[in-house]
């Protein structure tokens, strides 16, 4: 019965990280899948793992340890998570920044789903880059390297914060290149053509070039963003190894 107990209570921690990790993760974390599916995705996965895992070294009647051990869990899995997510993040910023300086801005709405506010672009860059991840299997891996995280850190243990909190910061500068080395492209075209609006009216007020500004951005937005559509399952499969660096790092 000790061992049973002890292979339960190592079945439950390894299922809250493994939940608590689904819930932010993408491309688990988005609202259209149930979070009845989450959960039951995270014990499925807790279950399977915890088969080769050792007992968790706490004493049967050690609440507060257990109690404990749980929160560090929930800790450890949310911290992975929210690193995969900053990866990821990178997909919306870059279309966040074509929607700018396209003038998609003016009419961002409200993604009730994906949790975003975001005009066109953003909202479409997040949707493809989700459905990358699964048509590519990128999800298994990023699966995997959470599996993965109980050898470093095992059931009961905890991750370095310090090291966490320099990685969530490293992630955001990462994040914020990935989306200019993403969107630059077109950023570039697109300030080349105010440039050249600006220009024009200079030269001949009379045409009123600015009015003229908003249906040729529009056009040149939607020509060259099909360009950068075309790289993002590379972009995606780079973002899912610089997801996997992450959660190493944080170990």
Same mark, same amino acid.
Request: hydrophobic share 60%; proline share 4%; glycine share 10%.
């Given at each position: 019965?000790?061992?049973?107990?002890?292979?339960?209570? @190592?079945?439950?921690?390894?299922?809250?990280?493994? @939940?608590?990790?689904?819930?932010?993760?993408?491309?688990?974390?988005?609202?259209?899948?149930?979070?009845?599916?989450?959960?039951?995705?995270?014990?499925?996965?807790?279950?399977?793992?915890s088969t080769t895992l050792p007992p968790l070294a706490v004493a049967a009647?050690?609440?507060?340890?257990?109690?404990?051990?749980?929160?560090?869990?929930?800790?450890?899995?949310?911290?992975?998570?929210?690193?995969?997510?900053?990866?990821?993040?990178?997909?919306?910023?870059?279309?966040?920044?074509?929607?700018?300086?396209?003038?998609?801005?003016?009419? +961002?709405? !409200?993604?009730?789903?994906?949790?975003?506010?975001?005009?066109?672009?953003?909202? /479409? !860059?997040?949707?493809?880059?989700?459905?990358?991840? /699964?048509?590519?299997?990128?999800?298994?891996?990023?699966?995997?390297?959470?599996? +993965?995280?109980?050898?470093?850190?095992?059931? #009961?243990?905890?991750?370095?914060?310090?090291? @966490?909190?320099?990685?969530?910061?490293?992630?955001? &500068?990462?994040?914020?290149?990935?989306?200019?080395?993403?969107?630059?492209?077109?950023?570039?075209?697109? /300030?080349?053509?105010? &440039?050249?609006?600006?220009?024009? @009216?200079?030269?001949?007020?009379?045409?009123?070039?600015?009015?003229?500004?908003?249906?040729?951005? *529009?056009?040149?937005?939607?020509?060259?963003?099909? *360009? &950068?559509?075309?790289?993002?399952?590379? &972009?995606?499969?780079?973002?899912?190894?610089?997801?996997?660096?992450?959660?190493? #790092?944080?170990?």
């Amino acid at each position: 019965m000790m061992a049973d107990a002890s292979w339960m209570e @190592t079945m439950m921690l390894a299922s809250v990280r493994m @939940t608590a990790f689904v819930l932010i993760a993408p491309p688990f974390g988005h609202n259209a899948i149930p979070a009845r599916i989450k959960a039951m995705l995270g014990l499925g996965l807790g279950l399977a793992v915890s088969t080769t895992l050792p007992p968790l070294a706490v004493a049967a009647d050690d609440t507060a340890g257990f109690l404990l051990a749980l929160v560090g869990e929930i800790v450890i899995g949310l911290s992975l998570g929210f690193l995969v997510m900053l990866a990821f993040a990178a997909v919306q910023a870059a279309g966040s920044l074509i929607d700018l300086f396209g003038g998609f801005q003016l009419a +961002q709405g !409200f993604d009730p789903q994906s949790m975003i506010n975001g005009a066109q672009f953003t909202r /479409f !860059f997040h949707m493809a880059a989700l459905a990358l991840l /699964f048509a590519t299997d990128g999800y298994q891996l990023v699966l995997r390297g959470a599996l +993965q995280t109980f050898e470093a850190v095992p059931v #009961g243990g905890m991750i370095d914060m310090g090291a @966490t909190a320099e990685l969530i910061i490293a992630g955001l &500068v990462q994040m914020f290149l990935a989306a200019l080395q993403i969107a630059g492209p077109l950023l570039v075209v697109l /300030f080349l053509a105010d &440039v050249g609006l600006g220009l024009l @009216t200079r030269v001949a007020p009379a045409m009123n070039a600015f009015a003229l500004g908003f249906p040729l951005k *529009i056009l040149i937005t939607v020509v060259f963003s099909s *360009i &950068v559509f075309l790289a993002l399952p590379r &972009v995606v499969s780079s973002l899912v190894q610089d997801a996997l660096e992450l959660m190493q #790092g944080a170990l």
